[in-house]
């Protein structure tokens, strides 16, 4: 995808994420401006890391740790989305 204004590009929709028995489960929407994704890719992370803070002092549950690791999932297939049309 080529533009001649990067607040023009926009994400393709093509990165699949979370995987259940090797097939995906959600896929980033296309056409969402990289400049939201990347946005929305940050705020989740600090999310993720806020849960992770928490997973680790609290030992007698895992629901943050999991929470955590599927908000990273999403992160990364946002950043992946991006970095596909920056290619």
């Known amino acids: 995808m080529y533009a001649s204004n990067p607040q023009d590009l926009k994400t393709p929709g093509l990165t699949p994420c979370p995987f259940h028995a090797g ?23 600090h999310i993720a890391k806020k849960l992770a803070e928490d997973a680790a002092m ?23 989305d991006v970095v596909r049309v920056l290619e």
């Open 23 to 45: 097939e995906p489960l959600f896929h980033v929407s296309s056409g969402i401006p990289i400049r939201e994704a990347l946005s929305q890719a940050s705020d989740l992370l």
């Open 58 to 80: 609290e030992r007698r549950t895992d629901r943050h740790a999991w929470a955590s690791h599927y908000l990273q999932a999403m992160s990364k297939a946002l950043i992946d």
